[in-house]
């Protein structure tokens, strides 16, 4: 199972802004960089934050991630149909010694 | 650009083993690490390990510890995961992810596993 908690959906208006919650631990969020992905069924997840904040090039800044103690957000302005997909965050966990993912959340675009 | 062609889908009987390639091209090989992450039906992802850069130092997962193997063949740029004694629960696509941050993967290849 999942060692990060993610909401299961989100959903908002084209135009809208949605944000998306990761909360960890002391042994994940709490001391190492968060990334976020978004995947659409069927294909690879795609790197849209990493190192808690910084965008790969190519992604719009419409996207946006932060962090404070043990847990991350990231935030979608101006949604889009397009942005319809599920959303991933992930961290290193000392304690497991392995990566972590969240949980999932679906962001619907009404 | 940097791109990551995985092995055709896989169906193996429970007990067997599977061997899942990754070619990578497009960037230089041995400068970065390769992970393995896999995604069963409608869930979530899941860290199984990493072969490091500079030499074939390799981490597990505790959960797939003494069941998975990550190798790499240099000169052919190619990624390995081989997962053996596999399971019903086993069924998944399995990713190859340069890292780090993990902001390139391979197209997945499914692995069924089915009586």
């Known amino acids: 199972q999942s060692v990060l908690t993610q909401p299961p959906s989100v959903s908002a208006a084209p135009g809208q802004k949605v944000t998306i919650s990761c909360s960890g631990s002391?042994?994940?969020?709490?001391?190492?960089?968060v990334s976020w992905y978004q995947q659409v069924p069927g294909t690879a997840p795609k790197l849209l934050i990493y190192d808690d904040n910084k965008r790969p090039s190519g992604i719009p800044d419409r996207f946006s991630g932060s962090k404070s103690g043990t847990s991350a957000t990231l935030g979608i302005t101006g949604l889009q149909t397009g942005d319809e997909a599920d959303y991933y965050c992930?961290?290193?966990?000392?304690?497991?010694?392995?990566?972590?993912f969240g949980t999932g959340t679906k962001v619907t675009v009404l | 650009q940097v791109q990551l062609v995985q092995s055709g889908a896989e169906v193996k009987k429970p007990g067997a083993s599977v061997k899942v390639s990754c070619k990578a091209s497009g960037y230089t090989f041995t400068k970065y690490a390769m992970d393995w992450v896999r995604q069963a039906p409608g869930q979530s992802l899941e860290w199984m390990g990493r072969i490091h850069s500079d030499n074939d130092n390799t981490e597990y997962s505790q959960k797939f510890q003494g069941r998975v193997t990550i190798t790499k063949d240099t000169s052919a740029s190619t990624g390995y995961m081989e997962l053996s004694g596999l399971r019903f629960e086993d069924t998944a696509v399995y990713f190859c992810v340069r890292t780090s941050p993990l902001e390139h993967w391979g197209q997945g290849t499914l692995v069924n596993v089915s009586s």
């Open positions: 992930g961290a290193w966990d000392s304690s497991l010694s392995a990566e972590v």
């Open positions: 002391n042994s994940n969020i709490g001391i190492h960089y």
